[in-house]
């Protein structure tokens, strides 16, 4: 079965529910110590939603220095899938593994509520499953998610394909003004989620973990924890053979 | 590890929004102005001031030990400029008058 691992920081507080849809989806969760340098061979590592080392200086700054995230940030060189939630975003924007920076909320309040996401491409690993490009519902709860980008790197992330999701009404039209009702925090160009340029990394504010059964609500975020595992399992499977073949 | 003798440096790193992004906390401060019936304030910016001492041989290599935390750690340099400034006392904020006012070195300066 395909092992998928779940960072767990001091204050990450979606871990379990993170492990729990990612047992959903078929494959096998493995938490992850933030103090461990070993990733356990796992075929991706999520990075979970939460308040990690409390959040202070910075949301994520000090987690970007832990032992964990030194071999996710080897992990992701040599191509292996991470996903960063919320806090996990957060985490990746600050190692510099995905672009742009959260600020916070342009409200100034916390905001948790349930938001509508529609992903730009379907072509990617953490959106492969999905077989039509239509709206996710799945709540936000943060107090850090302003995505932030100069003008210049947005429009490269646009250009690059690199917006993975963005706000969108409940009619699925983009939330791009900061001040749409329908955008949570002010996130410019209603960027809800990206991805680095060699599509292996991505980060969403949203959490899909918090909508993976249809009694929580909504089971939107199901797809993206299912593009994962679907990911996951090939790469495994490639690497596998890649091993077999090679002369060792 | 060099046996060299060290001091003890004191520095402050103010950490500012970069010009042109938007600072809310910056904004609620204006808001809040009406309310003190002030109002010639304006441009408000809201950063963070970490004061911290570091033990080296000498003020430049204390120094660059600070540069390195301030842009590594302390700023996030996509949104977030910084400013390194030595700091003469222990604390540039006094407790014998209520921790308000500035030293006089910085109050001068």
């Not at chain 1, 071999?71 to 060189?77: G, I, L």
């Not at chain 1, 529609?118 to 990617?124: A, Q, Y």
């Not at chain 1, 973990?209 to 797809?223: K, Q, T």
Request: hydrophobic residues 45%; charged residues 20%.
């Amino acid at each position: 079965m395909t092992r998928i691992g779940v960072v767990v920081f001091p204050g990450s507080n979606c871990d379990r529910d993170t492990l729990h849809a990612i047992s959903l989806a078929g494959a096998d969760p493995v938490a992850l110590w933030h103090e461990s340098p070993d990733l356990g061979g796992v075929a991706a590592v999520v990075l979970p939603g939460g308040f990690a080392y409390g959040d202070y200086l910075r949301a994520g700054v000090i987690a970007r220095f832990s032992p964990v995230m030194r071999s996710v940030a080897d992990f992701a060189a040599a191509g292996g899938l991470v996903l960063g939630i919320c806090n996990g975003f957060q985490v990746l924007a600050e190692a510099g593994l995905v672009p742009g920076a959260l600020l916070r909320n342009r409200s100034l309040r916390f905001v948790s509520r349930e938001v509508s996401i529609l992903p730009e491409r379907l072509d990617t690993p953490f959106t492969r499953a999905l077989p039509i490009r239509r709206p996710l519902r799945m709540p936000v709860a943060h107090g850090e998610g302003c995505f932030f980008a100069d003008a210049a790197q947005l429009d490269e992330l646009e250009r690059a394909g690199q917006v993975l999701f963005r706000y969108v009404d409940a009619e699925g039209r983009p939330a791009g003004d900061p001040d749409h009702p329908a955008n949570p925090n002010g996130s410019l160009r209603g960027i809800a989620g990206v991805v680095n340029g060699r599509g292996n990394v991505a980060g969403l504010m949203p959490h899909p973990e918090r909508a993976a059964e249809a009694v929580l609500g909504s089971d939107d975020g199901m797809w993206l924890i299912r593009s994962l595992v679907e990911s996951a399992a090939a790469s495994a499977a490639a690497s596998a053979a890649t091993s077999a073949a090679g002369p060792r | 590890m060099s046996d060299a003798p060290t001091r003890e440096f004191r520095f402050a790193v103010n950490v500012l929004p970069r010009p042109g992004i938007l600072d809310p906390q910056g904004r609620a401060v204006e808001q809040s102005l009406p309310h003190l019936a002030i109002h010639a304030v304006s441009a408000v910016r809201v950063g963070r001031r970490i004061e911290l001492s570091v033990a080296a041989p000498d003020e430049p290599s204390a120094r660059a030990v600070v540069e390195r935390l301030a842009s590594e750690l302390l700023s996030n340099p996509l949104i977030e400029g910084y400013t390194v400034e030595a700091v003469a006392a222990a604390s540039s904020v006094r407790s014998d008058d209520g921790g308000a006012s500035a030293t006089p070195a910085e109050a001068a300066g």
